[in-house]
């Protein structure tokens, strides 16, 4: 098998897997580590050689960029306290736990700290994409995202400041004091900075193609202009996010937005359903190439232990410890049973593993670098063994302790959409001295009543005792008005009757609001 033949192969597991993964309600992210892990037992599989200098800077920019696009700076101002706890106190107080715990049993403190870094962050696809389909009430989707977030930032900052060690550098406190504290500074610094100059460029661009092409190269580089500064390209890259998120979207075309939203979930998806894939298949190349004797598996057997049951007895304190800073009580917070729900969300997945196999070959002396297969085999064992047994029984979890949104989530846009319709419909009846002809005023006025007259409709209909046989029918009948459309568009461009651009664009309208009714 080739490696084209190889890509194929995996791109095929990320199309089918998917689906199968919500027939058999299971996180795809475990059926892909499995499908990696399968794909690659046959003899003719090739071994995959991948540059550990490129995994980094391709990996993290797209994924940590889109998950900035997915939070709130106001919804993670309200959760600072657990936030920042989790993505900073337990990230590092794992990582040196799990640090004392390999050197006990053998590594050099250089990699005993790799290693803690490696596997101290928890993946948060894994953990939010279970929140969601769980749904999951905001605040703990919030809590795990932020998590998510700036987990990675400082396990890389740890994880860059131990391979410099593990390399040859001279290690002293007051030399990785100052190179932290540079990583820190110029990362955001550079992230912000990026952010501003983006927003100015979008003022001069008025098509979606280019704008979108901007969001995309910016968080790459970005990654790589604070790396060659000896800053974090991770920082740099949530600052950068955070930014662009923190201001209203005025300074971008909607289809500019539309498009960018789009490619964006698009580059999230493939990139993180591509990562769990070759995690099975490298790990199964790694076992070929070396079996991990018994005082790896004893290694990874302890740090497996340390990272699983440090985690609840870190979380349920300091969620304590977090109310009574915070000083109010959340009315919706279901208290022990939200700290268990995250607890047991401490999936490892996507960083771990990129972090892992961007290990350097070797060091700055040309030996080769210390403990580096120990330590792709206890991250990716951790991975494994948290994705398997975490990620199946999670759902379970929330299930059983009843931690669900309540509301409905189709309930809640529906209402906002109504409310953002009345603030449009408001302001144009109210601005009556701006010159605009009365003619003109009613057309305006009448497309806002009508959106809202029909979104009236259908609220009446989630309103009545049976919802859902009501809802299903109502989607039917506008499936069938929808499909009504497409063919006469159709038959329209087929007869010659209307130019081909004419019915794209006619067609593009169409899909746009079959997205906005059942999307």
């Known amino acids: 098998m080739?490696?084209?033949?190889?890509?194929?192969?995996?791109?095929?597991?990320?199309?089918g897997l998917h689906p199968l993964a919500d027939l058999v309600r299971v996180p795809p992210q475990v059926l892909l580590t499995i499908y990696g892990l399968l794909l690659a037992v046959p003899s003719w599989a090739p071994t995959l050689?991948?540059?550990?200098?490129?995994?980094?800077?391709?990996?993290?920019?797209?994924?940590?960029?889109?998950?900035?696009?997915?939070?709130?700076?106001?919804?993670?101002?309200?959760?600072?306290?657990?936030?920042?706890?989790?993505?900073?106190?337990?990230?590092?107080?794992?990582?040196?736990?799990?640090?004392?715990?390999?050197?006990?049993?053998?590594?050099?403190?250089?990699?005993?700290?790799?290693?803690?870094?490696?596997v101290s962050p928890p993946d948060p696809v894994t953990a939010t994409s279970v929140a969601r389909q769980l749904r999951l009430p905001q605040r703990l989707v919030t809590v795990l995202e932020?998590?998510?977030?700036?987990?990675?930032?400082?396990?890389?900052?740890?994880?860059?400041?131990?391979?410099?060690?593990?390399?040859?550098?001279?290690?002293?406190?007051?030399?990785?004091?100052?190179?932290?504290?540079?990583?820190?500074?110029?990362?955001?610094?550079?992230?912000?900075?990026?952010?501003?100059?983006?927003?100015?460029?979008?003022?001069?661009?008025?098509?979606?193609?280019?704008?979108?092409t901007l969001t995309v190269v910016t968080p790459f580089a970005a990654y790589l202009g604070a790396e060659h500064l000896h800053g974090s390209g991770v920082l740099a890259v949530v600052a950068l996010g955070l930014t662009l998120r923190s201001?209203?979207?005025?300074?971008?075309?909607?289809?500019?937005?539309?498009?960018?939203?789009?490619?964006?979930?698009?580059?999230?998806?493939?990139?993180?359903?591509?990562?769990?894939?070759?995690?099975?298949?490298?790990?199964?190349?790694?076992?070929?190439?070396?079996?991990?004797?018994?005082?790896?598996?004893?290694?990874?057997?302890?740090?497996?232990?340390?990272?699983?049951?440090?985690?609840?007895?870190?979380?349920f304190p300091s969620a304590r410890l977090g109310r009574v800073v915070e000083r109010r009580e959340d009315p919706t917070s279901r208290s022990w049973r939200d700290s268990a729900v995250v607890s047991w969300a401490g999936m490892r997945g996507v960083v771990t593993v990129a972090t892992a196999l961007a290990l350097p070959l070797t060091t700055e002396t040309?030996?080769?670098?210390?403990?580096?297969?120990?330590?792709?085999?206890?991250?990716?064992?951790?991975?494994?063994t948290t994705l398997v047994v975490q990620g199946l029984s999670l759902p379970l979890l929330v299930r059983r302790l009843g931690v669900r949104?309540?509301?409905?989530?189709?309930?809640?846009?529906?209402?906002?959409?109504?409310?953002?319709?009345?603030?449009?419909?408001n302001r144009l009846r109210r601005d009556v001295e701006d010159g605009v002809p009365d003619p003109v005023r009613r057309a305006a006025i009448q497309q806002y009543e009508g959106f809202i007259a029909a979104r009236e409709a259908v609220a009446e209909v989630h309103a009545e005792e049976d919802e859902k046989q009501m809802t299903e029918q109502l989607q039917t009948l506008l499936n069938r008005g929808l499909e009504a459309e497409r063919e006469f568009v159709h038959r329209a461009r087929m007869a010659g009757e209307v130019s081909t651009e004419a019915a794209d664009e006619v067609l593009s309208d169409i899909e746009a609001r079959a997205v906005r009714d059942f999307g």
Not at 2 to 15: C, N, R
Not at 188 to 201: F, K, N, Y
Not at 282 to 287: C, D
Not at 368 to 382: E, G, H, K, W, Y
């Open 405 to 425: 949104a309540s509301g409905s989530a189709l309930a809640e846009v529906n209402a906002l959409r109504h409310r953002a319709a009345d603030a449009a419909l």
């Open 49 to 118: 050689q991948l540059d550990p200098h490129l995994i980094l800077p391709v990996v993290l920019p797209p994924l940590l960029f889109a998950a900035t696009q997915r939070t709130s700076g106001r919804e993670f101002r309200d959760r600072a306290v657990p936030v920042l706890t989790l993505a900073v106190g337990l990230t590092v107080a794992t990582a040196g736990l799990v640090a004392v715990a390999a050197h006990l049993l053998g590594l050099d403190w250089a990699a005993a700290w790799i290693l803690g870094a490696v």
């Open 366 to 384: 040309g030996d080769p670098f210390p403990s580096r297969n120990d330590i792709v085999v206890v991250a990716f064992l951790c991975v494994l």
């Open 2 to 15: 080739s490696t084209l033949l190889l890509l194929a192969a995996l791109l095929a597991g990320v199309i």
């Open 247 to 315: 201001h209203r979207r005025t300074r971008i075309t909607a289809e500019g937005w539309l498009l960018g939203r789009a490619v964006w979930q698009y580059i999230d998806f493939l990139i993180s359903s591509l990562v769990f894939a070759l995690l099975g298949y490298q790990f199964t190349s790694v076992l070929s190439q070396r079996t991990p004797g018994t005082r790896v598996l004893l290694l990874a057997g302890v740090v497996i232990a340390v990272v699983i049951l440090f985690r609840p007895a870190w979380m």
């Open 146 to 212: 932020g998590e998510g977030l700036f987990n990675d930032a400082a396990a890389i900052v740890l994880y860059a400041t131990a391979v410099a060690a593990a390399s040859g550098n001279t290690f002293t406190w007051s030399g990785s004091t100052v190179r932290l504290v540079l990583a820190v500074v110029v990362g955001t610094g550079l992230g912000i900075a990026s952010g501003v100059l983006v927003r100015l460029a979008l003022r001069w661009l008025h098509h979606a193609a280019p704008e979108t």
